[in-house]
């Protein structure tokens, strides 16, 4: 039985993007789609692009002009980013009785994430704003043809009473206000489905990260049925600090975890800076951020209905250092 569109082979997901425009380009063609009338079209199958287009990368305004050209023709499907939603809290003004002039303080921090972004709009400015308006039309999560598509964490307990919300999926304006205050039900829904669930090291315990961010937390998934230590569920590129993996997660650690098991639809996520060659890490869940603005690697996953994933359904190009890339068609016609 298949589980997708009678008119479709099916559907290429393809992860973090982070202004790797050149890169997108030579994936899509790698995956068959060609470049008609101005977007990356395929006769049989569709993309869905898992959010993070933007931030860190040499070709953002390229990156966004690919992917939302495709979304604007039907030609893709995207769900929104931890990036795209920190561009909005950052460039939008806050409500005259708030303490902060911006949704996202421009702290230092701040600034540093979205720096590479603005400097690549500084001379469109109209362009930028016009893709700050598509970003607020970006889903938070996708479930459709029998998969599930969420830039970090499918939380059932988050996802369904933010669907009885915004039923698009969508934020809406106030619930978009909401989430930049911490405690509120949008501010954990933003975090959790956006950025995935992640737990406090031990106090005076740090990770001084290979970004150059110190970190006081670290990122953990939420596939593991039973899990007894940290080591069970860290999922960073980075280790643990001393001998952290060993520590048994307390009662209430796991109880903030939350559970996709193996019976449940296909899911696809980006996010977690994966390294290496693509692997899954659970048979229905497929992670497609490689860092490829490491250069690493810009990874897509052809889906066909299957329930089970297949590692051999991934399909990647590896992300040269700048300069031994070879100049592609589409960097005159979209530059
Ligand atoms: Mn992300």
Redesign the pocket.
Known sequence: MTLIRQDLDGYDLIG?VHGCGASLAVLLEKLGYSYREGVYRHPRRRVIFL??LIDRGPRIRLALNIARDMVEAGEADIVM???EYNALAYCRRAPPEWAGEWLREHSPRHNRIINETLAQFRDHPQEWQSHLDWFMTMPLCLERDGLRVV??CWDHDLIAPFLAQCPDGCMSEEFFYDSACPGTFAFRVMDRL??GPSLPLPAGLRIYSGDGFTRTSFRAHFWARAPLTYGDVVFQPDNLPDDLENQPLSTEERQRLPYYGPEEPPLFI????CEGVPALPAPNIACL?YSAVKYGRLVAYRWEGEQRLDANHFVWVDVAREGSVPPAPDDIALA
Do not use: F, P
Request: aromatic letters at 14%.
């Open positions: 973090d959010g993070d980013g931890n990036h830039h970090a956006t950025r980006g996010h977690y800076w951020d």
